[in-house]
């Protein structure tokens, strides 16, 4: 069982920045692959970034250029540097972990369903 972790969510006004992590308790998560997914109110979980064991990232066209993934494989902690912040962005942000075998077949996936382990989520709150 692997457990996630999040921290550093919090209120931030547009054009602002946060910086999310998310700590995992288990090596297992380096050689498959993390993902940061977020849900507001009445709306579906979306996918933003995923990263997996050899650093190849994607994002979603929403938060490209904006939103940056990255891990500390020696820490077990994946991260979310959010810049320029939106209203919109406003949710409750989840970070996730694959196994090898689904991040190797769905390169980049964002589905959730791909998706074993989850935290608890961080609530991100963007004031216009």
């Known amino acids: 069982q692997v457990q996630l972790v999040e921290s550093g969510g919090g209120s931030a006004p547009a054009g602002g920045s946060l910086r999310l992590s998310c700590a995992a308790s288990s090596s297992i998560t380096r050689s498959g692959c993390m993902a940061w997914f977020r849900q507001a109110p009445g709306k579906e979980r979306e996918g933003l970034a995923t990263?997996?064991?050899?650093?190849?990232?994607n994002y979603v066209d929403s938060v490209k250029g904006r939103f940056s993934i990255s891990k500390d494989n020696a820490k077990d902690t994946l991260y979310l540097q959010m810049n320029r912040l939106k209203p919109e962005d406003t949710a409750m942000y989840y970070c996730?972990?694959?196994?090898?075998?689904?991040?190797?077949?769905?390169?980049?996936?964002?589905?959730?369903?791909?998706?074993?382990?989850w935290g608890q989520g961080t609530q991100v709150t963007v004031s216009s």
């Open positions: 990263i997996n064991s050899r650093g190849t990232i």
């Open positions: 996730a972990t694959a196994v090898r075998s689904f991040c190797d077949s769905f390169a980049g996936s964002l589905l959730s369903r791909g998706y074993n382990y």
